[in-house]
T-cell receptor, first 114, second 113 residues
Framework: NAGVTQTPKFRVLKTGQSMTLLCAQDMNHEYMYWYRQDPGMGLRLIHYSVGEGTTAKGEVPDGYNVSRLKKQNFLLGLESAAPSQTSVYFC?????????????FGPGTRLTVL | QQQVKQSPQSLIVQKGGIPIINCAYENTAFDYFPWYQQFPGKGPALLIAIRPDVSEKKEGRFTISFNKSAKQFSLHIMDSQPGDSATYFCAASKGGSASKIIFGSGTRLSIRP
């Protein structure tokens, strides 16, 4: 049981390049989330999904796209990277049942855009 | 109305002291208030959580105090240890499968030996 895994762990891009971040969970959770973490800004929600084939915009969706073709995977795409997208990206899956409500986070992807 | 305001931004406490981190919210529809702990280089992990039907919850050395009328909640760490040094995030959400969790801006806590 690996929990939530993220690929890659580190990446350096040049402005204008594109890339895809992969998140995988093996806990059969319906809900998955992508956040970015910047100093002093906490965790800001980019996009989320409440089930396979569904996606929705979060607080800061511009410049990102997502897909949830399989329940266990949630992909985050950067179409044309900008220096403002330099950040640490976290994926999370969520267990929600009765009074239990827990988000399980991956280890993060540190992205630098030059 | 969706914000959760967290303070202080950073906190330094001597070992054995009781650090207190405070959070405030506006949306009275929120009904779940978790705290997440994040160590450097790692993702956040759920530490403790509370719902508005109780005013306090303890788990080991960690206590959440909840004041529904003031729309505030706080985390207390009893007998703090250097291993508690981490970033702490408060959060809030309202019930429902499509609900999002709104995070505070985080508090970087350092416990000095």
């Amino acid at each position: 049981n690996a929990g939530v895994t993220q690929t890659p762990k580190f990446r350096v891009l040049k402005t204008g390049q594109s890339m895809t971040l992969l998140c995988a969970q093996d806990m059969n959770h319906e809900y998955m989330y992508w956040y970015r973490q910047d100093p002093g800004m906490g965790l800001r929600l980019i996009h989320y999904s409440v089930g396979e084939g569904t996606t929705a915009k979060g607080e800061v969706p511009d410049g990102y796209n997502v897909s949830r073709l399989k329940k266990q995977n949630f992909l985050l795409g950067l179409e044309s990277a900008a220096p403002s997208q330099t950040s640490v990206y976290f994926c999370a899956s969520r267990y929600l049942a009765g009074r239990a409500d827990t988000q399980y986070f991956g280890p993060g992807t540190r992205l630098t855009v030059l | 109305q969706q914000q959760v305001k967290q303070s202080p931004q950073s906190l330094i406490v001597q070992k054995g002291g009781i650090p207190i981190i405070n959070c405030a919210y506006e949306n009275t529809a929120f009904d779940y208030f978790p705290w997440y702990q994040q160590f450097p280089g790692k993702g956040p992990a759920l530490l403790i959580a509370i719902r508005p039907d109780v005013s306090e919850k303890k788990e080991g050395r960690f206590t959440i105090s909840f004041n529904k009328s003031a729309k505030q909640f706080s985390l207390h760490i009893m007998d703090s240890q250097p291993g508690d040094s981490a970033t702490y995030f408060c959060a809030a959400s309202k019930g429902g499968s499509a609900s999002k969790i709104i995070f505070g801006s985080g508090t970087r806590l350092s416990i000095r030996p």
